[in-house]
């Protein structure tokens, strides 16, 4: 008898090219985001999105639908996430979920 869950690995060979974010998407996503003590600052900068977590500023890679990575080796994964006005109001990473305070 096999148990299990029913996820699917991520096959290399059919990994499907994620296009960058454009202006107005980046433009979404700008703003402060806080889970006490931690702060996430999202910007735009020579059109590239801009993380600054840790006081280090990292640029951001779209990795998927309002998913990004960012970090030294972009070890870092980020999902944002609209609020109930379907505006950008949530971002989560790791742990953490943190709400836009800015």
């Given at each position: 008898?096999?148990?299990?869950?029913?996820?699917?690995?991520?096959?290399p060979e059919k990994t499907v090219a994620v296009p960058p974010a454009g202006e107005?998407?980046?433009?979404?996503?700008?703003?402060?985001?806080?889970?006490?003590?931690?702060?996430?600052?999202?910007?735009?900068?020579?059109?590239?999105?801009?993380?600054?977590?840790?006081?280090?500023?990292?640029?951001?890679?779209k990795s998927g639908e309002r998913k990004f990575t960012f970090g030294e080796q972009?070890?870092?994964?980020?999902?944002?996430?609209?609020?109930?006005?379907?505006?950008?109001?949530?971002?989560?990473?790791?742990?953490?979920?943190?709400?836009?305070?800015?």
């Open positions: 008898m096999e148990l299990g869950l029913g996820l699917k690995f991520d096959d107005s998407e980046m433009k979404e996503y700008v703003g402060t985001y806080s889970h006490a003590p931690q702060t996430w600052e999202v910007s735009v900068r020579d059109g590239k999105m801009w993380m600054k977590f840790d006081g280090k500023d990292y640029v951001m890679t972009s070890e870092n994964e980020v999902v944002f996430v609209p609020g109930k006005s379907g505006k950008i109001e949530f971002l989560f990473t790791e742990l953490y979920g943190a709400k836009r305070i800015r």
